[in-house]
Nanobody
Framework: QVQLAESGGGLVQAGGSLRLSCTAS????????MAWSRQAPGKEREFVAG????????YYADPVKGRFTISRDKDKNTVYLQMNSLKPEDTAVYYC????????????????WGQGTQVTVSS
């Protein structure tokens, strides 16, 4: 059974930084893409960033381009999201997800999700 465990969320002031981590377990994750999405109160879940198995392909949602960086450690089955220059509008629960095959910004195509980690940015 695939399990995803996120960590690294918390409370930070605007302009600050956080690094989220997500470790996958339960199977071999060769050829699996990974992604981060987020859901703010009263809003739908939205794609944030994705990365291919090799790490050669990364994609970011427009609101986070230039501020967030996604990376992965294949040996550790872990994906990271470095978040810099945080804004109050980045406040949300952040979820990681995995899918077999190519990476995509279409979050509905991801098969397995973590429980989420809260990120709160104060103004």
């Amino acid at each position: 059974q695939v399990q995803l465990a996120e960590s690294g969320g918390g409370l930070v002031q605007a302009g600050g930084s956080l690094r989220l981590s997500c470790t996958a377990s339960g199977r071999t994750f060769a050829s699996y893409a990974m992604a981060w999405s987020r859901q703010a109160p009263g809003k739908e879940r939205e794609f944030v960033a994705g990365i291919s198995w090799s790490g050669a392909w990364t994609y970011y949602a427009d609101p986070v381009k230039g501020r967030f960086t996604i990376s992965r450690d294949k040996d550790k089955n872990t994906v990271y999201l470095q978040m810099n220059s945080l804004k109050p509008e980045d406040t949300a629960v952040y979820y990681c997800a995995v899918k077999f095959g190519y990476a995509t910004a279409a979050i509905d195509e991801y098969d397995h999700w973590g429980q989420g980690t809260q990120v709160t940015v104060s103004s």
